[in-house]
Structure formats: C-alpha cells, structure tokens
C-alpha cells in the first residue's frame, strides 16, 4: 500500500525459504574469471529496477540463517553485493516476530542490528476497521470487534491458538458464509475455537447466539424510527451487523436507523454501521438517499478525524 500510494516498485522475498545460493551464484567466464549471477529482485544498476525507485521487503527476516544475515548487511550498509553496485533510490524494509513470539526467529547479528531502525507495531481497532471495511472482512467479525477489541490481538506464545487479525480474517471471517443457514452448527464452533482459541472463540460463538436470536433485519429497517435500540453493548454490535446484510435493499430505512443512533447518542453504532455497509456494498449504494446520507457521513467524519 506504502509503494502504491510513492508510485515505486515494490518488491516482496520470503526470507525463511532463501538460501545464501539464492542471492548471487558464481559463474566461469570465457576469461577464466568469475562473475556472479545474481537474482533479478536484487536492485543493482543496469538492472531490472535501473532508474526506478523500489521498496524491497524481506519478509519473515527474523527466520533468515545468520549466513544470510551477513549477505544483508552488506547490502544495506555499503549497498554493494558480489561486485555490483546497487540503485540509489532503494529502501530496505524487514519484517517479522519477535524471539520472544516462539515463531522460529533466530538471533539478530548485533553488526545487522546496528545498520536497522527497529520499530515495534501494535494494533489499532480504527486503522483494522477501515482496513477490513475495504478487504471484505465479514460484519459480524467487525461487530464482534466494536464490542471487544481487546480479542483483536491478545497473543500468548505460551498457547497454541490465539487471537490475532489474522486469525479472525483467515480463520474466522472467511469460513462464516460456509455457515450462512446454520451459525450454530457444531463444526462452525469448532473451527472458531481452532483458529483463534478457546476463550475468544466461546466469546464469539455466543456473540453469533446472540445474533440469532434478534429479531430479522427486515422488522428493524421497516420501522427505523420506533425500531428497539438495545441497551447492551454486544445485542448492539449484533443487530448492526444483522442490518447490514440487507441495508442495500433499505437504503433510505437504513441511514435513518442509523441517524436515529447517532442523534440518541450512539453515534458509535452509526460509525461502525456505516463502515461495514460501505465495506460491503459501494457508497453509490446510499448517495441517492440524498441530504440525510450526507449529514450522517459529514458527522461520523467529524467523530473520526
């Protein structure tokens, strides 16, 4: 996303799986000499990235064996490697875990640590939101999450299954419409306590009881103005969801249950209403709902800035 929006090349090499080998082979030459071959993701001038701007992200580097370190360094440091030179215009950028995480990471030569900028990145529930809003995470995944964002990322090396953002898009979010007529269904409870534990995966599978046992979706929209607001935070973050599986067939109905939330102070339902809606159908979906579309929009930017 970082490349796209500076328009450079971006470029992604899994770490663990490369060998030293895979960066640079050495080949005779008519001469009798040596010359490397080398990968063509490798930036160096007059090659497939000369005069361009890339982002090359070692993936997973924490899993690279310390001989494959040592190549990196090199790189990064004199931005040279095997007798080429490389491009001006490239950034570096390494991802991973941390030892402490129990995901296989190996020890960081203090001489590669040295040539880094170390950062440490923690979730956001606003930030994952809009993300899952335009990645099509399911909205009943993003209304569990209004309701208990602590479970969004409360990872443990010491369990084997754990919360994460992966966990719940992977292994939660992308097999519930494998569930569509049947939320209670044994197996399904069984692959979410599986992707992301126990005790966030009971939470859920009750969080969908609670769904079912709202009223349809339809009773709520056709009466948007006397329709029931629920007092508890989870039958809320339910009955959002449940609307917005039908919001394009009650536009008008639809933004006027959500304007009724924002005006009885639970503008925080609004928001999450309309992220998942826009997430799920586009905004041409809604604009011809005309002013009371825009003045809930205008609001809820002004609650997010």
């Known amino acids: 996303d970082v490349a796209k929006k500076l328009e450079v090349e971006y470029v992604e090499v899994h770490m663990p799986t490369t060998l030293v080998e895979d960066l640079g082979i050495p080949m005779p030459q008519p001469d009798g000499s040596l010359k490397y071959v080398l990968p063509e993701w490798i930036p160096v001038v007059n090659g497939k990235y000369h005069g361009k701007k ?99 990322h409360d990872f443990n090396p010491q369990k084997e299954q754990n919360p994460t953002p992966r966990s719940w898009v992977e292994g939660v979010s992308d097999i519930l419409p494998l569930f569509d007529n049947d939320k209670d269904s044994i197996p399904l409870q069984e ?26 979706p339809e009773e709520i929209l056709k009466n948007p103005d006397t329709a029931m607001i629920p007092d508890k935070p989870d039958v809320m973050c339910a009955l959002i969801a449940s609307i917005c599986t039908i919001a394009d067939k009650y536009t008008v109905n639809f933004i006027k249950y959500l304007t009724r939330l924002d005006k009885e102070d639970r503008a925080e339902y609004s928001i999450l209403g309309l992220k998942i809606a826009l997430g799920k159908y586009s905004a041409e979906t809604f604009s011809a709902v005309g002013k009371e579309y825009v003045d809930l929009t205008l609001k809820i930017h002004k609650y997010t800035k």
């Not at 991973?96 to 040295?114: E, I, K, Y």
């Not at 969080?207 to 046992?213: K, M, N, Q, S, V």
């Open 54 to 152: 890339v982002i090359v992200c070692l993936d997973d580097f924490g899993q690279a064996s310390q001989d494959i370190q040592k190549v990196i360094a090199n790189m990064i440091q004199a931005k040279r490697h095997h007798g080429y030179d490389l491009i001006d215009n490239v950034m570096f950028v390494m991802t991973g875990n941390r030892q402490s995480d129990r995901a296989g990471v190996n020890r960081r030569l203090t001489h590669l640590s040295n040539r880094l900028t170390v950062m440490t990145l923690d979730t956001d529930l606003n930030q994952w939101l809009g993300w899952a809003q335009n990645n099509g995470v399911d909205g009943l995944v993003q209304a569990f999450m209004q309701f208990r964002p602590d479970l969004l």
């Open 191 to 216: 692959c979410i306590m599986g992707a992301v534990g126990e005790g966030a995966g009971s939470e859920f599978v009750g969080f969908l009881r609670t769904y079912a046992d709202l009223p349809k």
